[in-house]
């Protein structure tokens, strides 16, 4: 059973989903009048293992929405400063968003809806009515406030004193003081030359925090939802708006479970531009890493947790990922028998043939009996032991409010005992595919290693070519022309692809 921390009750609490087996999950995403830096992307990353916990260690079904706010008054004025319309404007902002996401190994959500979808529109549109209607509401100069006094509970979300709110400060700004709660807007009347719409609420655009209400109340059915997750910079104000408008509206409970992630620092520092340490996806890659080693990172510390980004943690991340993915290339190695005693055909040399792949979703963190060895008639081996407690720690890691240092911590001492068995060569061909199929399952939820795997599968240069030079470089050799061979394996190192030989032929991998 999963525990998970929330932020409304500041406890863990066990985890199931309201209804049926399907977790509708709310996260609130980019602003997209820029390109998400690495902070942002700590949240999504975290939020990504989240949605991976609930589906292959859990079992359950996903219904998960991730927004884009595409209209609010950073993009109204990045449009106009451009000259341009407020979609055309957004549009490639969030295709950069998807392009880094995907670099990062997130799966797609269920739904990525736009504020300035018209249904979207006109779901914010009936929220605010409903408001209006339940006395929560005031007009004035054409814009809709929301009245903080109407709604005894604010406030319970970021804990705030109810004695020093200020009734009656209204305010038009989309973000405003940390810990100065006034009445906030909900509908801004139309300015001259921001984009307008009218949804029964007169003319005008929705301020910031009814978008995500307005969208989560009509893509996730009614409240409360399961899950309401973010940063923790959004607590205040915009979470404690969004459940006091959302409940306003429908006087039921809006979110059942509240999770937020850590502030990430750059070098124990605060990200800031006039610090010049706010960085993207990109200018990571600009300084030699690769997308899988941010991503590794990001997981290094429990979500709760302030995280310190160095650029000495991403060579530390990089070294993390390289000594996983020559495990498996051992375990490769371990998996190449000879044909008369080889147990699966050679093409599955290494994986778990389909006849014992069994598990289902729910069985990632455990090893079910006729499955804890690929050749049953035998008795348990050493290997099966170890691969079952690796199994038991991560998934109890996992189930402890999502403990990925935890679990990678299992990945390693998991590792660390097989290399050991391999060295000792007490590693048969059936335990090399017991612990490559652990490592696969593991990974559906840390999407580490199969994103470096991506990632190596695209070589600087065409892989024909490499391979064209490694056999350049093995007839050199044989010929005993080392020079020669040394040459092709700098000619190779210089373009970035390393070679590695073994006894079961030369490998080659990206730098």
Request: hydrophobic content about 35%; some cysteine.
């Amino acid at each position: 059973m999963l525990n998970l921390y929330s932020t409304l009750t500041r406890r863990e609490e066990p985890f199931a989903p309201a209804r049926d087996n399907t977790v509708r999950f709310y996260a609130c995403g980019p602003t997209v009048y820029a390109r998400a830096h690495i902070g942002n992307f700590r949240t999504f990353v975290c939020l990504d293992v989240l949605r991976r916990t609930l589906k292959y260690v859990c079992g359950h079904q996903l219904r998960q929405v991730v927004n884009y706010t595409d209209v609010d008054d950073k993009t109204i004025a990045g449009a106009q400063q451009a000259a341009v319309g407020l979609r055309e404007y957004t549009d490639p902002w969030i295709e950069v968003f998807r392009a880094d996401a995907k670099l990062l190994g997130m799966e797609t959500p269920e739904a990525t809806p736009r504020a300035t979808d018209e249904e979207n529109l006109r779901a914010m549109g009936g929220v605010i009515l409903a408001l209006e209607r339940n006395g929560h509401t005031y007009r004035r100069d054409g814009s809709i406030y929301f009245r903080i006094a109407s709604f005894p509970e604010y406030g319970r979300l970021a804990r705030l004193d109810p004695e020093g709110m200020q009734e009656g400060a209204s305010v038009d700004v989309d973000e405003y003081s940390k810990d100065n709660p006034r009445d906030f807007v909900l509908w801004k009347g139309a300015r001259p030359g921001e984009p307008s719409w009218d949804v029964g609420t007169g003319p005008g655009r929705p301020g910031w925090h009814i978008e995500c209400s307005g969208m989560a109340l009509r893509l996730l059915g009614d409240p409360p939802i399961d899950i309401h997750a973010g940063g923790i910079d959004l607590v205040f104000p915009h979470h404690e708006n969004e459940i006091a408008q959302s409940e306003g509206a429908t006087k039921r409970t809006f979110a059942r479970f509240w999770v937020h992630v850590e502030h990430l620092f750059v070098e124990g520092e605060k990200m800031s531009k006039s610090l010049g340490n706010v960085y993207t996806l990109a200018e990571i890659a600009a300084r030699g890493h690769r997308p899988s080693a941010l991503r590794y990172l990001l997981l290094s510390s429990h979500y709760r947790k302030q995280l310190n980004f160095t650029w000495t943690g991403m060579d530390q991340a990089e070294e993390a990922i390289r000594r996983i993915v020559d495990f498996l290339a051992r375990l490769e190695d371990v998996g190449r028998v000879q044909p008369e005693t080889r147990p699966h055909p050679p093409s599955d040399v290494g994986r778990v043939p389909p006849e014992t792949r069994p598990h289902p979703p729910s069985d990632v963190g455990r090893v079910p009996p006729e499955t804890q060895s690929h050749r049953p008639a035998d008795p348990p081996s050493r290997i099966a032991d170890i691969v079952s407690h690796a199994r038991q720690t991560f998934r109890s890691a996992l189930e402890s409010d999502l403990n990925t240092a935890a679990a990678l911590a299992a990945v390693f001492d998991l590792v660390r005992d097989v290399n050991a068995a391999i060295d000792a060569r007490q590693l048969s061909p059936s335990d090399a595919a017991t612990v490559r199929q652990a490592i696969e399952d593991f990974d559906r939820v840390l999407g580490v290693v199969s994103l470096r795997q991506a990632e190596d599968a695209q070589p600087p240069i065409p892989a024909d070519e490499i391979e064209r030079l490694i056999q350049e470089r093995q007839a050199a050799r044989q010929r005993r022309d080392f020079a020669a061979a040394d040459a092709v394996r700098q000619q190779l190192a210089d373009l970035g692809v390393l070679l590695e030989d073994n006894p079961g032929g030369t490998r080659w991998k990206k730098k």
